[in-house]
């Protein structure tokens, strides 16, 4: 909302929530998440043509056009729980637009929703006893967290998908004008309903998919000596294939990827596509599986017992440059360390504390029956967190890890001092030489064969 309110200076927004906590801080300096370029983007707008507030329902009287931008979690209760996506928040939100529009309305989902969606809540919007028309168009983004305001300013597609009507198209058309201020008209890409959300899904599911396809590579790189990093090189000159999301970690997060391959599946099996839903499954699967195996091997590494060592986690956002938690790698790695009695320190750059703490409890990362303050600790000065701690684990890939002064964290570590480079970003030779025991996703260090000279042996 902040970029058509940048480049549409004709187009009064409105932004409303009913979280009154979340609106002050949308008004304050200090904005509720953090992604670069943002602020300055708010600041030059707010207050002009862009306004946060919680009168929401003279919002919805007052607009032509309406995003709905709920949450659409994984559902965790009754049937398709864990897989379906739970549309209770995008339900409510149509019932309240129907009951307080006062003439016909575009309603634009901008949640990731599952196919035909649009269908079931245009019935609920039909459905007041006034007359009053609304035309529901799917506008999905295509965007990275981190990078999300120039994905904005300058996308390789907007998709605008509505009914093949005359109020559909007319409705799609409307869309269209508010992106035409800055996208080019060829790439604002107009389709049906279904195509757009369907589209939406596949994308991200493509996308994942590739980065559980590396991270299954970085397996067998450790057990052969290759090194994923290369091989990732290699396959990436490959104009058929391109270079974009071939860097193994210790697997993938945030809001889209899991959630919306498990939509995906139960789609799926929904429609009784047993072998399709099976093999998009599998996607997550690996994923949980790095996670898990990059746990097992820190165990390993520290001589199979870590109850009671200090154990630093370097990150806590699931990707640089932002401040979003969900599904992040860290608090999973973290319950795999707590359930063998580690002492989990948890340093990240732009993560507040509180949230750090709320997901601990929400992922029931914590051993049962425990408090948080019983077994993690979160520091600000990351030099602190290392004093006396036996191991680091990079869970994220933020810029400054790679600029810290390793060899005074090693200094003040507990020895042998132990290094697990869950992202690939840190110069392994000079923390090998430092003295650092160091193990990185993918990478052939302790293998039995690192040449084939080592064959003539046997």
Known sequence: MATIAKYCPDVKVHVVDINPKQIARWNSDNLPIYEPGLDAVVKTTRGKNLFFSTKIDEAIR????????????????????????DLKNWELAARNISKVANGPKIIVEKSTLPVRTAHSMRKVLMANDRGIGFEVLSNPEFLAEGTAMDDLAAPDRVLIGGLMTKDGIAAVKRLCWVYEHWVPKEQIITTNLWSSELSKLVANAFLAQRISSINSISELCEATGADVQEVGRAIGLDKRLGSRFLNASVGFGGSCFQKDILNLVYLCESFGLKEIAE????????????????ARIMIKKMFNTISGKKIVLFGFAFKKDTGDTRETAAVYVAKHLLAERAKVVVYDPKVEPQQIVEDFKYYKALPEGTEFKDHV?????????????????????WNEFKTYDYSKMYA??????FIFDGRLILDHKML???????????????????????????
């Open 62 to 85: 007052e607009c032509e056009i309406i995003f709905v931008s709920v949450n659409t979690p994984t559902k965790t209760y009754g049937l398709g729980a864990g897989r379906a996506a």
């Open 279 to 294: 093999y998009w499954s599998q996607v997550v699967k690996i994923n949980d599986h790095q996670k898990e195996r990059f």
């Open 377 to 397: 600790t979160i520091e600000t000065d990351p030099y602190k967190a290392v004093e006396g701690a036996h191991a680091i684990a990079v869970m994220t890939e």
């Open 412 to 417: 003040s570590m507990t020895k042998p001092a």
């Open 432 to 458: 090998l030489k430092i003295g650092y025991e160091v193990y990185a996703i993918g990478k052939p260090y302790g293998v039995k064969y690192q040449n084939m000279d080592d064959l003539k042996s046997e």
